[in-house]
Each structure stands twice: as C-alpha cells, then as structure tokens.
C-alpha cells in the first residue's frame, strides 16, 4: 500500500499480453484510511466498473495501460527483468540497523549501526474526531500526566509535551501549534532515532523534509490507543493527559513493512492506527525545515512542526548574542537558548527574554537576516552588554567538524 506522496519504482512485465490489451490501475483506499486488507480481485473488479457506493472514494481511476505495437515509446525486452533479479541495483546501500547481526544472513544488505544516537518520541493526536490533529513531541517526566508503555517497557511510563511544565493545564491550542517553540533540535551528523506514536484512528504518511530515513525495524509496534474497539482515543491532546493508561496490545505486532521500504531510502513513512514506528535519520543540512503529515487537509491545518539542525553544540546550549527590535527600539542582549525547564519564568535580571530563534516563525532582527549575528564596528561578533566581548564557543563543543558516520 502507498500513502499520499509516497513514491515506488515499478518494472511491469508485458510479456505475452496480446496486442490491444489494457490494464487499469486503481486506488483501493478510502478516506479517511485506517489501515485493513488488501482487497479481492473481485473487489477490484467492482470498484474499477461500479465506483465507490459509499462515496469514501468517489474517484477510484488512476490511469490505464494500452498494449500497443506501434507505441511511440516501446517497452524493453523481457530478459531485462530476468538479469535485474540477478543484480544488486546498489551495492552501496546499508541497511540501517540499531545493533548488527553477527552472522549477517545470506542475501541481506550489509548493516550500519547508528551508534551514538538521540532519541525522540512524537505523539499523532486528535482531539474528538473531526477535530484538530496534532504532533507533539514528549520526553520522559516522572510528573507528567502522559502514561505510555512503548515497546520493550514492562511498564508504562509518563510524559509530558516537550515545552509545557507537568500542572500546566492550559489548552494546547494556546500554544502547540506550527509557530510555537522549536522543540527538535538535532545535532548535523548525528544519528537521531525517532518513534511515531499513532494514537488517532487514521494512517498518517508522515514526511521529514530534507532528509532521508530508514524504519530500524521490519514491523512496527502495536499499541491499544483506544478504551475499546469503537471507543474514544485514551489521549487528549487537548490538555496532554491519558485517560488510562497506553499499553502494548495483547498482539504487540503492528504493519510488516514491505522489503522495498526496508532495503531502500524514504522521506515518507506510513504511520497506522495505533502503531509505534522507528527510523533512524540523519541531517546533514543546516536550518530550519519542518516535517509533517501529507495529507494536504491536515498538513494546511497545522499537522506540521519545525526543526531547526544545528552545527554545532554549543547553538543548542550556550549563548548566541542578538541584535533584536522590540517595541520600536533596538535591544542589544545576550539571549539563553532556554530549555524547557527555565522558558517561562523569569531570567535573572526579572525579565522573560524568549529566543526568537526558539520559535518557527519570523524573527525581527535589524539590518539583517534572522539569525544571523551582529557585528561591532570592529568586525568582531557583538557580545554581552557588561562586557562587549563576544560569546566565545568552548574548545570541548567546536574545535572540529562534527564528523559524519560513513555510508
């Protein structure tokens, strides 16, 4: 099965079809998707003929095949197929493992562990269906109103949304949304290993923007995200608690990935109702992207959240001095990167000094792009205002490159 925006290279063999011949290529899905079986042939047969009766997918037709002769553009032989079966089509390739398999079995492409990496748990959520849909990133909180076993737990743990303090109960659409504060911060060249936690009752292709990943395992985890088969999801992400516990399911096995999504490159994976997904992702570009949902209805209402890659380490926990307009006047300050356990309370001079690089939207910054540093007359990097001097990184975070794990 493909989701919106998905991409497969197909070789179709026509041989021995006769001249006139036409084969039909149909979508099977209807919207919203929830997962569910492959259909018969029978079927196929009636949604190609009669359409879709319950209008869930009233446009079923995607294109058709005419085995013509005389075409303008002919196929290849057949043989080709044969001889592509035979070949590695990139000995390059390594598959994405999180420990190697000693022996490697025969046939399999060769492994490349992504050691040192990061970990990140995302949260697909929706309020009372049709309602507003979300992606939240959590992290581990022994106060957190989040109840959450994943696979491997024995039992569940809690959580909070990244960003919001554990007795904030506050509604989430004050502030989790597309402008709110960047909350996934990756290192370039580092391994970062993210689960997708489905908790709504759809599929949700979800896309990383540019990068490439691979799913770490060949199935994916199955968790009871609902109180019972019909019954409300056990999340709100509303005020970010669980109304129960989320557990493994009794039959823990999500969706079995297909082998050409597990011996091959994506950006955009298949997240099944109550499924737990991992891949393994690397960023070698620095910025801003974003990564979101693909179904466009979603994603143009805010089922999307930005990352900002960084060079180096000391951008994620030291200091970047700004030259930042507020109220009409320009401010010259030495701004802290906050974290989540100091944004929102005041700083020690009394006054909240968020970062503007801290949040998705546009910053302000004189005469410059946002972002960028402002220079003294002297050429040297504007620093803090008791001393002038500019915020030197330590040796420890940028005496070198980051290097990049091989491929």
Not at 340 to 364: L, N
Not at 370 to 379: D, I, T, V
């Amino acid at each position: 099965m493909l989701a919106p925006a998905e991409r497969l290279d197909v070789l179709i063999d026509l041989t021995g079809l006769p001249d006139g011949a036409r084969l039909h290529l149909v979508n099977s899905a209807p919207a919203p998707f929830g997962g569910g079986a492959v259909p018969t042939v029978a079927e196929l047969e009636t949604l190609l003929h009669e359409g879709d009766e319950a209008n869930l997918n009233p446009f079923p037709w995607v294109l058709c095949f005419d085995v013509d002769p005389d075409a303008a553009t002919p196929g290849r032989p057949g043989s080709l197929l044969e001889a592509l079966g035979e070949e590695v089509l990139n000995p390059r390739f390594r598959r994405l493992v999180h420990d190697l398999t000693d022996p490697l079995p025969t046939g399999e492409a060769v492994e490349l562990s992504v050691e040192g990496h990061e970990h990140r748990i995302i949260l697909l959520a929706e309020t009372d269906p049709p309602g507003h849909l979300y992606l939240q990133e959590i992290v581990a909180d022994p106060f957190g109103d989040i109840e959450l076993q994943l696979p491997g737990d024995p039992l569940p743990r809690r959580y909070r949304v990244e960003g919001w303090m554990a007795d904030d109960y506050s509604p989430s659409s004050s502030r989790v949304s597309f402008y709110d504060r960047i909350a996934l911060r990756p290192q370039l060249g580092r391994w970062q290993v993210w689960r997708f936690v489905n908790a709504t009752a759809d599929t949700h292709p979800l896309h990383i923007h540019q990068s490439q990943f691979q799913p770490l395992d060949d199935v994916g985890g199955l968790l009871d995200v609902t109180a019972g088969p019909d019954g409300p999801s056990l999340y709100d992400p509303t005020f970010r608690h669980t109304l129960a516990p989320i557990r493994v399911s009794a039959t823990p096995d999500g969706r079995r990935f297909e082998p050409p999504e597990t011996h091959g490159w994506k950006d955009v994976i298949r997240i099944d109702p109550g499924n737990v997904v991992k891949v393994a992702v690397r960023f070698d570009v620095p910025g801003r992207f974003v990564y979101h949902c693909h179904v466009l209805e979603r994603e143009d209402t805010e089922m999307m959240r930005a990352l900002r890659r960084h060079r180096h380490r000391h951008e994620r926990h030291g200091h970047e001095p700004r030259h930042v307009i507020r109220d009409g006047r320009v401010v010259s300050r030495e701004t802290p990167i906050l974290s989540s356990s100091t944004r929102g309370r005041s700083t020690r001079r009394g006054i909240r000094s968020p970062d503007p690089g801290d949040r998705a939207g546009p910053a302000t910054v004189a005469g410059r792009p946002a972002g960028r540093p402002a220079r003294s007359r002297r050429g040297s990097l504007s620093g803090s205002r008791r001393t002038g001097r500019a915020c030197a990184p330590s040796r420890s975070c940028c005496s070198g490159r980051a290097r990049a794990a091989p491929v």
